[in-house]
């Protein structure tokens, strides 16, 4: 009985003795990870808004482009109309 107690008192000690820093580690792990998490999001809003703005001056280059055409197609349009009503 003596010896089941000295083996028990043993293995708790052990178990004691290996698991207390893990939990240390833990604990700073989880204060790593909010910090980690926090970089990540910094991160990720940056790239949300590269990428909104890359893609809004794509928009506006395209709209640019967009109304151009339309005001040579509106011209071109004109000028056959004044073409068809020139006397000469």
């Known amino acids: 009985m003596r010896s089941l107690r000295i083996t028990a008192g043993f293995l ?3 178990l004691l003795t290996f698991t207390a ?3 240390l580690r833990a604990q700073d792990s989880a204060k790593q990870d909010m910090k980690d998490a ?3 999001t910094k991160e990720a809003a940056k790239d949300t808004g590269r990428a909104t703005k890359k893609t809004v001056k ?3 280059h395209e709209v ?3 109304t151009h ?3 040579a197609k509106t011209e071109e349009g ?5 073409d ?3 006397p000469n």
Do not use: F, N, W
């Not at 004109?78 to 004044?82: G, I, L, P, Y």
């Open 12 to 14: 708790m000690l052990s």
């Open 58 to 60: 794509k928009a506006g």
């Open 21 to 23: 820093p893990s939990l």
């Open 38 to 40: 926090g970089h990540e």
């Open 84 to 86: 068809k009503t020139d």
């Open 69 to 71: 055409k339309a005001a």
């Open 64 to 66: 640019k482009k967009g």
């Open 78 to 82: 004109a000028q056959k109309v004044k």
